[in-house]
């Protein structure tokens, strides 16, 4: 059974900070996995979707890596924002489409 | 805004009520799903459906039944419901089943309180 876990659980960095978040997973044989980020008690915005063949991908101040193989992706984002606080999550989606989600890094940045 | 719409945002019901959540997405997407988000826990998969075809039952009690009438359209039908049951409901959509290449787009979800 897949499992993803995400490390660390909370993260605080005062503002222009470059985040890092990290994502493991068990079993290598996704499809794709997919960044995610959730405000408090709202819904999940997509923020990066990556296909199993591809090792990066990148839009505005994210970078999300993946490297299959060792079961890991990590998410970049470069000079931090109070705006960037929230609950981000990585899910793998297996060769059905359904995801398995992480429990989320709760990232604050102080202005 | 990302095209898949859930109402109510909030539901507030006691242990003997019946209630339906409600999800439309206007992405021309075939796959529907359910998830159910508890406090300090990971997102947990409830139901998938493609093309109206329920797929997956992830081992979800019976008194959380799902109606999928169209490809567009996704219900939650909540009937005694216990107050362990309270949590953030998530409705996602993505392009089809069976092809992991697809993106999932999440609605706002529904906060549901069982009193």
């Known amino acids: 059974k897949q499992e993803v876990t995400q490390i660390p659980a909370a993260l605080s960095v005062p503002e222009g900070e470059n985040l890092v978040l990290n994502c493991s997973f068990t079993?290598?044989?996704?499809?794709?996995l997919q960044w995610f980020r959730q405000d408090p008690g709202k819904g999940l915005t997509s923020l990066l979707l990556?296909?199993?063949?591809?090792r990066e991908q990148t839009s505005g101040r994210l970078n999300a890596s993946l490297d299959k193989s060792s079961g890991r992706s990590t998410l970049y984002i470069a000079a931090s924002q109070p705006g960037d606080s929230a609950t981000y999550l990585c899910?793998?989606?297996?060769?059905?489409?359904?995801?398995?989600f992480g429990a989320g890094t709760q990232v604050v940045v102080t202005p | 805004e990302t095209g898949v719409t859930q109402t109510p945002r909030h539901l507030v019901m006691g242990m003997t009520n019946k209630k339906s959540l409600k999800c439309e997405q206007h992405?021309?997407?075939?796959?529907m799903y359910w998830y159910k988000q508890s406090a300090k826990k990971p997102l947990e998969l409830m139901f998938v459906?493609?093309?109206?075809?329920?797929?997956e039952n992830n081992s979800v009690p019976s008194r959380f039944s799902p109606e999928c009438p169209n490809s567009s359209h996704l219900f939650l039908h909540l009937h005694t419901l216990q107050p362990e049951d309270s949590a953030l409901y998530l409705c996602?959509?993505?392009?089809?089943?069976?092809?992991?290449?697809?993106?999932?787009?999440f609605g706002q979800g529904t906060r549901l309180t069982v009193v």
């Open positions: 990556i296909q199993s063949s591809q």
């Open positions: 899910a793998v989606a297996d060769s059905w489409g359904k995801f398995q």
């Open positions: 079993d290598s044989a996704i499809y794709n």
């Open positions: 459906y493609s093309l109206e075809e329920r797929v």
């Open positions: 996602a959509s993505s392009q089809e089943i069976g092809r992991g290449h697809t993106e999932a787009f």
């Open positions: 992405l021309g997407h075939n796959a």
